[in-house]
């Protein structure tokens, strides 16, 4: 019988080679876009709270990175 593999799984998919910075944060931004899908759609109602939260850390974050990225001379 074959299980079903969750795509939120507790282990990171890993590749033959790493992401780059440019990639990782394309992946965290379309990750935060899909959690506030799921908080807007009335999903876990129970940590509504909590994952709203976690998801304005992750956008002030990525506006940090953001920032970093470009006043570096050369990004990846």
Same mark, same amino acid.
């Given at each position: 019988?074959?299980?079903?593999?969750?795509?939120?799984?507790?282990?990171?998919?890993?590749?033959?080679?790493? #992401?780059?910075?440019?990639?990782?944060?394309?992946? /965290?931004?379309?990750?935060?876009?899909? +959690? =506030?899908? $799921?908080?807007?759609?009335?999903?876990? #109602?129970?940590?509504?709270?909590?994952?709203?939260? /976690?998801?304005?850390?992750?956008?002030? +974050? =990525?506006? $940090?990175?953001?920032?970093?990225?470009?006043?570096?001379?050369?990004?990846?």
């Amino acid at each position: 019988m074959a299980t079903e593999t969750s795509t939120m799984g507790t282990e990171p998919t890993t590749t033959a080679t790493e #992401p780059t910075t440019s990639e990782l944060i394309e992946t /965290l931004r379309a990750d935060r876009l899909w +959690l =506030l899908r $799921q908080i807007d759609a009335g999903r876990w #109602p129970e940590w509504r709270l909590d994952l709203a939260a /976690l998801e304005r850390e992750l956008g002030q +974050l =990525l506006d $940090q990175v953001s920032e970093h990225q470009a006043s570096r001379p050369t990004a990846d």
